[in-house]
């Protein structure tokens, strides 16, 4: 069954029919192309398809495209602006917070979403921020550090 | 990659029209609320619904709201993180916000909501135990009406509810905290902080006049067929004055008159252990704060 869609990802109006039961998930990667978004387990446990819905992290995996009509979707590849990287990328590279990257989107939404309600998180706050992601690489403290440093503005 | 198999899905603007679909539609349509259960339940082939109706078109549904001196309405599709985050309810009933704080991780809490919650009937429910030491009401509305049920009443058995075919959770009333109450929740996953699924869950209320237990409420999540009061560790309670060794005293009976199994996560005697160490603590918890005068 087709569905039509009208949703706002990264700041462009996409209208478009979908199947109903096409994921937000794969919306985004399988129609826009956005494949910065990544699939892990595909049932809400690894976090790594987390995207802003309305400027909150949600595992786009269990939310379904159709659902997402009439939001405002934030995807990894709509936080640089002009080509000039969001804070806390930077931030990620300055730390080194990341070693196969599988993660990193989904840790870096997560940090963001955190940082336009907090500007200056607690340890503890970031990590309850970061809890919903998992980073199988063990790159935890340089991700929490990277964060801290974004929060405090520091290069 | 997991895919979803295909369904017919709808987004009625009212109650009664997703009530319309729902009830012709027969045990082959589920309603669809956060999704953070039922997508992950459909794409592991447990369950495989001919039909979806996404409830979240229907507006009026997601409000939390002072009513009546002190009690709160929560719209059924409130999510877990509005719950968690309601200045409202941190007021008025903040062991609630306790409950939400611990489901699942904070991506998820954004989706999931409280009808959703309840509605899965899920023996491992974080909110139950401490919606049940509330004694919150339950109100649906079918194509026959509306009514209003105790939460105690909603639970048939693992994953049933005695909500009828077509009957939707609009929202959950909680009546006022009485003055010298305490409440908390407390929960053991694998992971400290919340974030997984309870091996055990427990909510405890206490009220105190003159230094005494007035009220005593005991529920259990994770631990039977459905979420549970302990009531002959709340009658304990309720026996006498309000000591150590009386709340240790309850905290074993929680534990004697809970049924837990055993599963994947842990074993019941486990289980049986965890009872009743988090029944104390919740115990205790919840005399702290009654002592401290208001519910905080």
Not at chain 1, 38 to 64: A, F, R
Not at chain 2, 275 to 290: G, H, W
């Amino acid at each position: 069954m087709k569905v039509s869609i009208d949703i706002h990802v990264n700041g462009e109006r996409y209208q478009k029919e979908v199947e109903a039961q096409t994921t937000l998930l794969e919306f985004l990667r399988g129609t826009l192309h956005l494949t910065g978004t990544k699939e892990g387990c595909g049932l809400g446990d690894c976090g790594t398809c987390i995207v802003l819905l309305d400027g909150k992290p949600v595992n786009s995996c269990l939310v379904l495209a159709a659902d997402a009509g009439g939001r405002k979707v934030t995807t990894i590849e709509g936080l640089a602006v002009d080509g000039k990287l969001h804070p806390v990328q930077q931030s990620f590279i300055d730390n080194s917070a990341f070693q196969c990257g599988f993660c990193t989107p989904a840790m870096i939404l997560s940090a963001k979403a955190l940082l336009d309600k907090r500007p200056e998180p607690t340890e503890q706050e970031i990590k309850q921020a970061l809890g919903g992601v998992l980073c199988r690489c063990g790159s935890h403290q340089k991700i929490l550090a990277a964060v801290q440093a974004a929060g405090k503005g520091e290069k | 990659m997991i895919r979803l198999k295909a369904f017919s899905y709808y987004e009625p603007a009212s109650i009664r029209e997703a009530s319309e679909i729902l009830t012709q539609t027969n045990d082959k349509a589920f309603p669809l609320a956060g999704g953070t259960d039922l997508l992950v339940r459909m794409k592991r082939g447990v369950i495989r619904p001919a039909v979806l109706v996404n409830l979240k078109r229907i507006t009026g549904l997601s409000g939390i709201e002072n009513e009546n001196d002190g009690g709160l309405r929560i719209g059924a599709l409130a999510t877990i993180a509005d719950i968690e985050t309601s200045p409202l309810v941190r007021k008025t009933h903040p062991v609630l916000c306790q409950a939400a704080g611990v489901l699942g991780s904070q991506p998820l809490r954004n989706l999931a909501t409280v009808g959703g919650n309840i509605g899965r009937a899920s023996p491992a429910s974080d909110m139950a135990p401490a919606l049940m030491v509330l004694q919150a009401r339950v109100a649906a509305q079918g194509r026959s009406g509306s009514r209003e049920l105790e939460i105690d009443h909603v639970f048939a058995g693992p994953g049933s509810t005695t909500l009828a075919a077509g009957e939707i959770m609009t929202s959950f009333f909680l009546p006022a905290m009485a003055p010298a109450t305490g409440a908390a929740y407390l929960k053991m996953g694998r992971r400290s902080g919340g974030g997984d699924c309870a091996l055990v869950g427990v909510a405890a209320l206490l009220t105190l006049e003159k230094a005494e237990p007035g009220t005593a409420r005991i529920a259990l999540s994770s631990v039977g067929p459905t979420p549970l009061r302990a009531k002959r560790a709340e009658a304990l309670i309720l026996s006498g004055k309000l000591t150590e060794e009386r709340m240790r005293q309850a905290a074993r009976a929680a534990a004697e008159e809970a049924a837990p199994i055993t599963d994947m996560r842990c074993s019941a005697s486990y289980r049986k252990e965890i009872i009743e160490v988090l029944t104390y603590r919740a115990l205790q918890e919840a005399k702290q704060k009654a002592q401290g005068g208001k519910a905080a």
